[in-house]
Structure formats: C-alpha cells, structure tokens
C-alpha cells in the first residue's frame, strides 16, 4: 500500500511534466516517473544514457512518513500479551515496502551502482518507523538506557542547528538573487503544469539543498560537479544547469568577509550539542564537561558527514559527477569547529556551579 501511494506521487509528477511537452507519450511519463520512484529509494537509475544517483530527499521524507504510519497502525494492533518489540514492527513494515521496489529495480534500475546510498535510504525508513512505531508501544521505549537518549538528543540538536543554518543560507541566497532566479525560470518557459511540475521536483531536493547550504556554512562548501566548488572562501563555476534554485549561487570568484560569518553555525551546533548532553547533570569536573562536549561535537560532525554523503550523487557523465558537500575538507572543517566547541562549552558548563553538586562526578 505505502509503495503504490509512494509510486503514484513520484508518477504524478512525472505526468506534470508531461503535460507541458509534446515530445512524449504518457507511457513514456509513466516510466520516467518509476525511474524517479527508484531514485526516490536510493535505486541509481538511467534516464535516457545518463545514471542518475543523486537522492531527492524531500520525497524520500514523506516516504519515509508514509512508512511510519503503517508502523503506527501495525503497532496499535499488537495486544498486551504479545512480545511484539517496536523493532520488529520496524523491520517487517520497511522490507513489505521494499518488495515491490526490489523487483522494479532489476527491471529498471541499477541497484549495484550505489548500494550504500540504497542502504542509506533504508535505514532512514527504518529509523523513521522504529521512531513512530516505537511511540506507540511504551514498554519498548521505557528500555532505552538515558545517556543513550542524551547522546541522541545532542546529535539531533546539532543537525538542527546546522539545517536550519543551511536553510537560512539558502534563503538568503534566493533572496539577494532573486532576479537570476526569477530569469531562469522564464527561460525555461514551462507553462501552467510544467511550472508545477517543476516547482515539485525542486522541493524534492530541498532536503539536499539544506544540507549543501549547511555545508558551505561550515567552511567546506560543495562541488556541483568536477572541477567545482562553493565555499565561503571562494567559488569557482563551470556551466551550471538552467534550474531556478541554482540560482541562489554566489558569484564567480573569492568570497567576501561577510560570507565567513556563516562559519559560527558551526560553533553553536558544536555549543548546542555538549549543553544538550550536559544539561542535566548536576555534577561535573570541568575536565570531564570538557571532554564530554568535545566527544558530543566530534559525533555530531561524524553524523552530519554521514548526511553530507547521503546528500550527495551524480546527475550524469563526466562534468555532472560528484555533486555535492566535499566530505574531507567537511570532516576537518566540521570536527574541529564542532569538537572545539563543544569543549569550549564544555569547560563553560563545568565550571559553573550546579545546584545540589559539589563538583564530584556522579
């Protein structure tokens, strides 16, 4: 049920943009709209001669809600005597989705081409229906260990932090240039439908946007493709696709010293981690807060790599490869602002007296 809901919405926008060209039939939409279907679950596909592997992310979430809620449903069926766990219903939900696009994929797909992107995808279904899933049957959460949870809850703050530093870059970027944005879109001349249509498909790869934008905040930037870079130091531009959202680039050439205010995202993702990691505990030594928060921000950097890479694929051959955040300038330069940070914070917090502490550790 979830992968016919899931595969009508990636057809649908397939069809839109359909409507507004006269250079294909509506099977030919229909199977453009699978092959984004697979490419939606992290399946790398071919269009036309050109492999795609590049995730949208933004249709992928609402999979992966989709997916959740038949957690919940199946999770609200299990009765107190069973020893259903939340895992369980997790598992079995994701693989009956993941059927379907199991067969598709060796009819139309290239699932070997990038099988840890697949994997990626997967366990962001999982994690999405053991989350919600796991809501309903309170037992099961009731056994998650508490610094487990404290540990969790600082690395989620801090890829807050950092999306929602990326969607303020973003933002920004549209509106400054807004004008090229709106050129573009008018070059393009899509019509009523083709507008829609397209306007769907770049909010499918808003998730990606925010995550190269949180990228180019920390300092490490993003390639669009060989040869590219988009860093607050500096960028260089081949030819760029006629999309509307690329617009929002800067220009040509080193950056200026306003871009670099950008790099505090950094910090107070860092900052944000150790305080949510540390607030609860009344009693600390300054050495261990310290400590503690620069491991919280090192895991925060390694999780938001793990994004980075997530969110990054090819849009074709050649010059269209390696879309995406640079993954070893982000390590250094999101472990050590994060990490310093974090023990920056944490030496902060230790430091200052705690109600009911007497500085020993607990």
Request: with cysteine.
């Amino acid at each position: 049920m979830s992968a016919a809901a899931s595969w009508a919405l990636c057809a649908g926008i397939a069809v839109l943009g359909w409507f507004a060209t006269d250079s294909a039939s509506f099977t030919d939409a229909l199977g453009l709209g699978t092959r984004f279907w697979l490419l939606v679950n992290g399946v790398g596909v071919r269009i036309g001669a050109i492999p795609v592997t590049l995730v949208p992310w933004g249709v992928t979430a609402v999979i992966a809600f989709l997916i959740a809620r038949f957690a919940v449903a199946s999770a609200r069926r299990v009765r107190a005597d069973q020893t259903t766990t939340g895992a369980t219903i997790a598992v079995v939900t994701v693989a009956a989705y993941l059927v379907p696009v199991l067969v598709v994929s060796v009819r139309l797909g290239v699932p070997w081409r990038v099988p840890g992107r697949w994997a990626a995808v997967i366990m962001a279904f999982l994690l999405a229906a053991l989350w919600l899933g796991g809501r309903t049957l309170r037992a099961e959460r009731a056994k998650a260990p508490r610094r487990g949870l404290r540990i969790g809850r600082a690395v989620v703050a801090a890829q807050l932090v950092m999306l929602v530093a990326g969607a303020a870059l973003l933002t920004t970027g549209l509106g400054m240039h807004f004008k090229r944005v709106e050129a573009l879109h008018e070059s393009l001349q899509p019509g009523v439908a083709g507008a829609i249509a397209l306007l769907l498909l770049q909010l499918a790869f808003v998730p990606n946007a925010l995550v190269w934008s949180a990228s180019y905040a920390l300092g490490s930037g993003f390639s669009l493709g060989a040869g590219s870079v988009v860093a607050p130091a500096g960028t260089q531009l081949g030819i760029v696709p006629a999309i509307p959202l690329l617009g929002a680039l800067p220009a040509a050439g080193p950056g200026g010293t306003a871009q670099l205010w950008w790099l505090a995202a950094g910090a107070v993702a860092g900052a944000t981690a150790c305080w949510m990691s540390l607030a609860d505990r009344q009693a600390l030594r300054f050495d261990q807060a310290s400590l503690r928060g620069g491991a919280c921000g090192l895991f925060a950097c390694v999780v938001f790599a793990g994004l980075a890479w997530a969110a990054s694929g090819d849009v074709g051959m050649l010059r269209l490869t390696d879309m995406g955040p640079r993954l070893f300038p982000l390590l250094v330069m999101a472990g050590t602002t994060m990490g310093l940070s974090g023990m920056i914070a944490g030496l902060v917090l230790g430091l200052i007296p705690r109600r009911g502490g007497n500085g020993d550790n607990r």
